[in-house]
């Protein structure tokens, strides 16, 4: 048991320190999933509360990332921990920090570019042919804007396949979402 | 009525989970391997989807239900997707006309229930919406590009095409769960998509030079009632197999 009660502060600093199952780089807190950190009384006892936004849908870290705050929040002595999961507003890149955008650029990962309210679709230009490149990514290894989009879909739900054509190489983008 | 809402669940839910484990049976034998992936990054946003619809449609019903008893211990008359969904994968084409179709009405039908006065299918809706643009983006760019491509993908997009419209009329026709569900302005009905979905459908399969099958010709109907086609016994028979052979199994 803890004497005295963390501080919000505290266990939002703990967090920053969870790395994201799938981008160990970045931390759950730069990805910008974590929502609120509150103390709730739960019958006699006190409760630390975390409120987690899940990224897509159907995304498989979900699971383990709830683990991972558990885990880190009880290495820490918190022994009473609940997570919530909130869905509304919807997790965007637009949350992501600076700081978790320039740790994807320097692990190989190009960051998001824009923001998500301009990637909606516009009915007039669906099935115009050629999906284009989104304008302004940058190669992450040589920093070309001269890229092209292999697919619209990585190796995971939040990425996207592009190759530089000028260094020739193969790189993720993280979608703007 | 809570009936109603359950049933309205229940179709939003189905569709997803059963186009879902359509995509599932290309993994590991797509034409490419960026295909590969992106058919099961679209199942699994699809399975997540099914998964927000049908654990809420337990919570309504009250009868202690949850999202795995509904999705593996229902049979094939209690699901409520559309015949569209339940279609063979049948060659390439044919998959990717079948979630094109599904995809640019999927999109369509999410940014309405985004307005539902039922906040939680509000909040559902907004957030499947960001994950169907991309969806929609993929299949009609290579609807595009295969239909005004070879002779050969041409020809294959328009056997497709012409396959799958006669399942595209049951997406706008409206039943009683409907009607009750726009009266208390939970989902606006589903005939008010049809005019902007056959225009944006149009503009594409126009840009894939292929024929716009007419728009009033005889369309199959029915799967939002439990009236499925042969082909939804088999799917779920591969789909709820572990739950059946070994009820309550967890892991």
Known sequence: MVSVEPTTAEVWAWLAEVEDPEIPVISIVDLGIVREVAWADEGDRRECVVTITPTYSGCPATHVIADSVKTALRDRGVEHVRLESRIAPPWTTDWMSEDGRRKLRAYGIAPPIGSAAEQFIRPEDIGRGRVCAAPGVQCPNCDSTDVALTSQFGSTPCKALYRCRSCLEPFDLFKCH | ?251
């Open chain 2, 1 to 251: 009525m809570l009936d109603d809402k359950f049933e309205l669940l229940l179709r939003l839910g189905d569709n997803a989970l059963v186009l879902s484990q359509r995509l599932c049976g290309w993994v590991g034998k797509g034409p490419a391997l960026e295909e590969d992936m992106a058919l099961a990054n679209t199942a699994l946003d699809l399975m997540g989807q099914a998964r927000l619809w049908l654990a809420y449609a337990g919570e309504v019903e009250e009868q202690g239900r949850g999202e795995d008893q509904l999705a593996f211990l229902r049979d094939a008359h209690q699901f409520r997707n559309l015949l569209l969904v339940e279609r063979p994968n049948g060659s390439y084409a044919d998959t990717l006309m079948r979630q094109y179709l599904f995809d640019s009405w999927h999109l369509l039908l999410l940014g309405q229930l985004e307005r539902s006065a039922d906040g939680r299918i509000a909040a559902i809706a907004a957030k499947a919406r960001k994950e169907v643009t991309y969806h929609l983006r993929r299949s009609a760019d290579l609807v595009v590009r295969l239909g005004d491509g070879t002779q050969e993908s041409h020809a294959r997009m328009q056997e497709a095409l012409d396959e799958l419209w006669p399942y595209t009329g049951e997406l706008f026709v409206a039943d009683a769960v409907d009607e009750v569900m726009a009266a208390q302005g939970i989902a606006d009905s589903v005939c008010e998509l049809r005019e902007p979905w056959l225009a944006q459908v149009r503009r594409t399969l126009a840009a894939a030079t292929l024929v716009l099958p007419p728009a009033n010709a005889w369309m199959h109907k029915g799967g939002k009632q439990g009236r499925h086609s042969e082909h939804m016994g088999y799917l779920l028979a591969e789909m709820q197999f572990l739950q059946r052979a070994y009820p309550g199994q967890q892991w």
